[in-house]
């Protein structure tokens, strides 16, 4: 009997864990994870602070269907991997062997060195925990400031705006999400955001938090300005969690890196979501992303390969549907380029996919919240953005990540004023039918 061992207990190794019961129902599974709540939905902690979403629902996994996938779980640490021996490490000294293992130890929130970060009143959105303290600390405070980009800042200050918590955000350039969004796009968030009441400044940057008998006050911008609050949220980037993939000698860059196969450079080894740098034999790339789709679909891919039984390959789709100042948004491929001064390295709900833009051309239509960005290559689309009004979000991820040739109406949609909407609809309609595209 094989023994298959999943550290993590996110959405990859439950993922893994499914695909390996699929693959090979009689195989002893063990899931190592540490943190208390078990699995649940890191993209619904925003739904959770804004008060959308209760806490139970954050759970996508009842007992009985874990309990019928016929798995162990062990609340612990693991500290260390040693593959030429196959055993896994506990942080209490235990050794546990393996057959196959799979890393899929996600990524952690980067905070800032600023004097002050480690004043109560400091808050960060990585984990269930972080949301709870949020929510704790936002019935005292009255005054917060929040500084970073992407998802996760805004979803800092949505949070906080919602729990009625006088909210300012501190933009280190311009605009928002500079190497993703386009200056409409960002626009468009700017303004939602003023309109719930959020102050936001431009060109300004932390220099310290400020504090008393250990307690936030308010924070001091490079720029000299002291501005009183009682929380201060970062949301500056993530970085996955690479210190068993490095003191185990495995091949890492900015994440662990895989094979399509998510296979890492130890053999038996493989790794999968936030924690992996994965191939893409298509573009000879390899990125790092940080979404719930492709952590499950990387997840299941290695989960197969693990059972041995099929080769699994993944290809990255780089794929989220969001929400930006309470407007839906889908990013689907290549949308962006450059670097963000808000951030480093990537945040949550974010893909370096994004922002590897090469020679295309932007069609747009919709300068208002129902607005759509196409990114147009040489025969295909290369990436979109769809903002507001949602109809065509699940046909261009189609169109998008299956390379559909567009030459037909290529000329079309490059044309000033094109009727995008319409124009992709009828192609969509022609384009699923004859690839038959699943309902
Ligand atoms: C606030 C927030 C908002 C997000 N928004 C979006 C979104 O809008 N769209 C989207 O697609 N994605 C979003 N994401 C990202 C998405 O949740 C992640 O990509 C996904 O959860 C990654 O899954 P994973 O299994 O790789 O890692 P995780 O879900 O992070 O799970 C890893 C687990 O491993 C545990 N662990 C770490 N080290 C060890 C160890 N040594 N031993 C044992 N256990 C260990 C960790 O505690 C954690 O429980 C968001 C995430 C957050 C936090």
């Known amino acids: 009997m094989r023994r298959y061992v999943l550290i993590g207990g996110g959405v990859a190794s439950m993922a893994a864990l499914e695909a390996i019961r699929h693959a090979d129902p009689g195989g002893e599974v063990l899931l190592i994870g540490d943190e208390a709540y078990g699995y649940y939905s890191r993209p619904g902690l925003a739904y959770y602070l804004t008060g959308e979403l209760p806490e139970d629902f954050l759970f996508p996994m009842k007992n009985q269907e874990f309990h019928n996938l016929n798995a162990r779980r062990l609340r612990a640490k693991a500290v260390r991997i040693h593959p030429d021996r196959h055993t896994v490490q506990l942080q209490d000294g235990r050794l546990v062997p393996y057959d196959r293992l799979l890393m899929a130890v996600g990524a952690e929130a980067q905070m800032s060195k600023v004097p002050g970060i480690e004043l109560d009143g400091v808050i960060k959105l990585d984990s269930l925990d972080d949301a709870r303290n949020i929510l704790q ?16 800042a805004l979803e800092i200050v949505e949070g906080l705006v919602a729990r009625r918590v006088h909210t300012q955000y501190f933009l280190r350039g311009d605009r928002y999400w500079t190497n993703v969004l386009d200056e409409t796009e960002a626009h468009i968030v700017e303004e939602r955001l003023r309109e719930e009441g959020v102050k936001i400044h431009y060109r300004t940057e932390l220099e310290a938090i400020l504090g008393t008998g250990g307690r936030v006050t308010g924070v001091r911008t490079k720029d000299g300005r002291t501005i009183p609050c009682d929380l201060v949220g970062i949301a500056i980037g993530i970085r996955p969690r690479l210190g068993l993939a490095q003191t185990a000698g495995l091949q890492v860059e900015r994440g662990v890196t895989v094979s399509e196969t998510m296979q890492t450079s130890a053999r038996d080894v493989f790794a999968a979501g936030d924690i992996a740098q994965v191939y893409d034999p298509h573009t000879g790339k390899s990125t790092l992303d940080s ?51 808000d951030v480093t390295g990537i945040v949550r709900g974010d893909s370096e996919t994004w922002r590897q833009l090469p020679d295309a051309i932007a069609a747009q239509s919709g300068f208002d919240i ?66 038959a595209v699943p309902a």
């Open 137 to 152: 600390k936002a019935r005292r405070g009255r005054r917060a400031v929040v500084v970073g980009g992407g998802i996760t």
């Open 291 to 341: 979404l719930w789709g492709p952590a499950r679909e990387q997840g299941y891919a290695a989960g197969l390969n693990m059972a041995g039984i099929t080769r699994a390959y993944y290809k990255p789709v780089a794929f989220n549907v969001t929400r930006l100042a309470n407007l839906t948004t889908t990013i689907i491929g290549t949308v962006g380029r450059g670097e963000d001064s």
């Open 370 to 435: 129902n607005r759509l960005r196409l990114l147009v290559g040489k025969d295909t689309l290369l990436g979109a953005i769809v903002m507001g009004d949602q109809t065509l979000s699940r046909p261009l991820q189609h169109l998008i990540t299956q390379g559909a040739d567009i030459t037909p109406i290529r000329q079309q949609l490059l044309r000033p004023g094109a009727a995008l909407v319409d124009l992709l609809a009828d192609f969509w309609t022609a384009w699923k039918d004859k690839v």
